[in-house]
Nanobody, 124 residues
Framework: QVQLVESGGGLVQAGGSLRLSCAAS????????MGWFRQAPGKEREFVAT????????YAADSVKGRFTVTRDNAKNTVSLQMNALKPEDTAVYYC?????????????????WGQGTQVTVSS
């Protein structure tokens, strides 16, 4: 079992940066892949980025590629999402998610564990 708690959300102006963190409990953290998703009002939850168990393999959605970077620290049981050059369309609740396996995935139904979410608001 993995419990996830996100932090770092907030209000930022367009062009600014935020860093989201996700603290995970459980001894299996270092063996599972992690992901970030987001959900804007009235929209489906969408994939943002994923990272494999070791941190060596990452993928990001086309909409954030080159602006967002996902990393992990297995010694500290944390995964982070560095968000740069933020746009108003990045406004959403951001969720940290964990898989039961070590390989990356981009579909929300591939993830078994979810955090409560953290709000990110980008003003124009």
């Amino acid at each position: 079992q993995v419990q996830l708690v996100e932090s770092g959300g907030g209000l930022v102006q367009a062009g600014g940066s935020l860093r989201l963190s996700c603290a995970a409990s459980g001894r299996i953290f270092s063996s599972v892949a992690m992901g970030w998703f987001r959900q804007a009002p009235g929209k489906e939850r969408e994939f943002v980025a994923t990272i494999n168990f070791s941190g060596r393999i990452t993928y990001a959605a086309d909409s954030v590629k080159g602006r967002f970077t996902v990393t992990r620290d297995n010694a500290k049981n944390t995964v982070s999402l560095q968000m740069n050059a933020l746009k108003p369309e990045d406004t959403a609740v951001y969720y940290c998610a964990g898989r039961r396996t070590g390989t990356t995935a981009q579909e929300r139904w591939d993830y078994a564990y979810w955090g409560q979410g953290t709000q990110v608001t980008v003003s124009s």
